[in-house]
């Protein structure tokens, strides 16, 4: 059970500031104090078992009285690895040196951090806003969800999409990007089950939260997948194709 307190006593503790960001950010680049084993743990984990993930989260909340993670080194290692498959990209597809920095910066800028914030602030006003549970009396603690939390649930949502969107899709992309309808119907089914697998995690994530309701909510997206997947096949759309000739037009 999570502690009650009145609810004018939370929301006086509401506006102090809360130091749980500040705090966040300055581990960024203090290596020693990251779990970076645990962190692995969990990458490999949410792409076998994300359930597991998850039950760790409630001892975390029971130990830490946070759902977030105070520790970085999930958002730095993912950064890091985003970085190696891009550069790997660049090395086998960019024609310049200066054209493969501009590539980088942007994937992990637009890709993996503006992206990450945009989506996890839609999630957390939604979810604060038209999922939470009715307090049953006026004493009872209103839970909220963090915006760090729904940062984190991006975060553990996007790492296997990027095993199977920059990674295994690196292995595959001289076939994915080819002209014919292998390749069209591959590069679709692949980004199919990357999206649908991120759109399940994003459900798990919120659902493990006891004060959220209609969390199904999170995997209706998956249906717009599914539904939008044969029409770009039938359509003849690559999505691997026209993704690689945003960055590599001239090597595609």
Same mark, same amino acid.
């Given at each position: 059970?999570?502690?009650?307190?009145? !609810?004018?006593?939370?929301?006086?503790? =509401?506006?102090?500031?809360?130091?749980?960001?500040?705090?966040?950010?300055? %581990?960024?680049? !203090?290596?020693?104090?990251?779990?970076?084993?645990?962190?692995?743990?969990?990458?490999?984990?949410?792409?076998?078992?994300?359930?597991?993930?998850?039950?760790?989260?409630?001892?975390?909340?029971?130990?830490?009285?946070?759902? @977030? %993670?105070?520790?970085?080194? &999930?958002?730095?290692?993912?950064?890091?690895?985003?970085?190696? =498959?891009?550069? @790997?990209?660049?090395? @086998?597809?960019?024609?310049? =040196?200066?054209?493969?920095? /501009?590539?980088?910066?942007?994937?992990? #800028? /637009?890709?993996?951090?503006?992206?990450?914030?945009?989506?996890?602030?839609?999630?957390? +006003?939604?979810?604060?806003?038209?999922?939470?549970?009715? =307090?049953?009396?006026?004493?009872?603690?209103?839970?909220?969800?963090?915006?760090?939390? @729904? +940062?984190?649930?991006?975060?553990?949502? /996007?790492?296997?999409?990027?095993?199977? #969107?920059?990674?295994?899709?690196? /292995?595959?992309?001289?076939?994915?990007?080819?002209?014919?309808?292998?390749?069209?119907?591959?590069?679709?089914?692949?980004?199919?089950?990357?999206?649908?697998?991120?759109?399940? #995690?994003? &459900?798990?994530?919120?659902?493990?939260?006891?004060?959220?309701?209609?969390?199904? &909510?999170?995997?209706?997206?998956?249906?717009?997948?599914?539904?939008?997947?044969?029409?770009?096949?039938?359509?003849?759309?690559?999505?691997? %194709?026209?993704?690689?000739?945003?960055? +590599?037009?001239? %090597?595609?």
């Amino acid at each position: 059970m999570l502690p009650t307190v009145s !609810k004018t006593r939370s929301s006086s503790s =509401a506006s102090r500031p809360n130091p749980m960001f500040p705090q966040y950010l300055r %581990r960024i680049v !203090k290596w020693q104090q990251m779990d970076i084993e645990y962190t692995f743990w969990q990458m490999l984990h949410l792409c076998t078992a994300p359930k597991v993930v998850y039950q760790h989260t409630k001892y975390h909340k029971q130990t830490k009285n946070q759902w @977030a %993670r105070d520790d970085p080194a &999930f958002v730095v290692i993912c950064s890091l690895l985003l970085a190696v =498959a891009t550069v @790997a990209y660049c090395a @086998a597809y960019d024609h310049s =040196a200066a054209h493969a920095v /501009f590539v980088v910066i942007s994937v992990l #800028l /637009f890709h993996f951090l503006l992206a990450g914030i945009f989506l996890a602030t839609c999630c957390w +006003f939604l979810t604060n806003a038209y999922l939470r549970e009715e =307090a049953p009396n006026t004493h009872v603690v209103e839970q909220r969800v963090e915006w760090l939390y @729904a +940062f984190d649930v991006h975060c553990n949502s /996007f790492f296997p999409m990027f095993a199977m #969107l920059y990674v295994i899709h690196y /292995f595959l992309s001289p076939l994915l990007v080819a002209h014919g309808f292998i390749p069209v119907l591959l590069s679709n089914l692949l980004v199919m089950v990357a999206a649908s697998y991120y759109h399940y #995690l994003n &459900f798990l994530g919120y659902d493990v939260l006891p004060f959220l309701e209609t969390t199904t &909510f999170f995997l209706y997206p998956i249906g717009v997948v599914i539904i939008l997947s044969p029409i770009l096949i039938l359509s003849g759309f690559n999505p691997s %194709r026209y993704l690689m000739n945003i960055y +590599f037009s001239q %090597r595609i």
